[in-house]
């Protein structure tokens, strides 16, 4: 049979200490060149995140236009009960997507998200054209 021998325990204080292996060199240093090359990737990429969430606007939405919103859950007054509301008047526009609009029946200013918002079209002068209908004359 086999007979396992014991190690002799090394005093205390001391560590043993093997050389490390002649192979783990190299790759030691591509572990710490791939951590170098993912740090500037993650560097870069965060660099063109930042400058493309920074300017973030909506075409169509700007300064004293007319814009509608639509209705949360829970309406700021009990009384309301379409699925839009509005008009607002758009009062300050913000660089990350936020707006600043003001209620044009008592004047409140406060702040939504810009991707709410939908443009006001009115028709202020509807012009309506008259014409006589008369009965058609038939031909034999």
Same mark, same amino acid.
């Given at each position: %049979?086999? *007979? =396992?021998?014991?190690?002799?325990?090394?005093?205390?204080?001391?560590?043993?200490?093997?050389?490390?292996?002649?192979?783990?060199?190299? *790759?030691?240093?591509?572990?710490?060149?791939?951590?170098? $090359?993912?740090?500037?990737? %993650?560097?870069?990429?965060?660099?063109?995140?930042?400058?493309?969430?920074?300017?973030?606007?909506?075409?169509?939405?700007?300064?004293? +236009?007319?814009?509608?919103?639509?209705?949360?859950?829970?309406?700021? &007054? $009990?009384?309301?009960? !379409?699925?839009?509301?509005?008009?607002?008047?758009?009062? $300050?526009?913000?660089?990350?997507? $936020? =707006?600043?609009?003001? +209620?044009?029946?008592?004047?409140? &200013? =406060?702040?939504? +998200?810009?991707?709410?918002?939908?443009? =006001?079209? !009115?028709?202020?002068?509807?012009?309506?054209?008259? %014409?006589?209908?008369?009965?058609?004359?038939?031909? +034999?």
């Amino acid at each position: %049979m086999y *007979q =396992f021998r014991p190690v002799p325990p090394t005093p205390p204080g001391l560590q043993q200490h093997f050389p490390p292996h002649p192979q783990s060199q190299p *790759q030691q240093t591509q572990l710490s060149s791939l951590e170098e $090359t993912l740090k500037a990737f %993650m560097q870069t990429s965060n660099q063109i995140l930042q400058a493309n969430s920074q300017a973030i606007v909506r075409p169509g939405n700007q300064v004293d +236009n007319e814009v509608i919103e639509p209705q949360r859950r829970e309406p700021r &007054v $009990t009384s309301q009960v !379409e699925k839009e509301i509005g008009p607002f008047l758009v009062h $300050t526009v913000y660089s990350h997507g $936020t =707006f600043d609009i003001e +209620n044009l029946k008592n004047g409140d &200013v =406060f702040r939504v +998200n810009g991707q709410c918002l939908k443009l =006001f079209l !009115e028709l202020k002068n509807l012009e309506v054209d008259i %014409m006589p209908l008369e009965d058609p004359v038939y031909r +034999n």
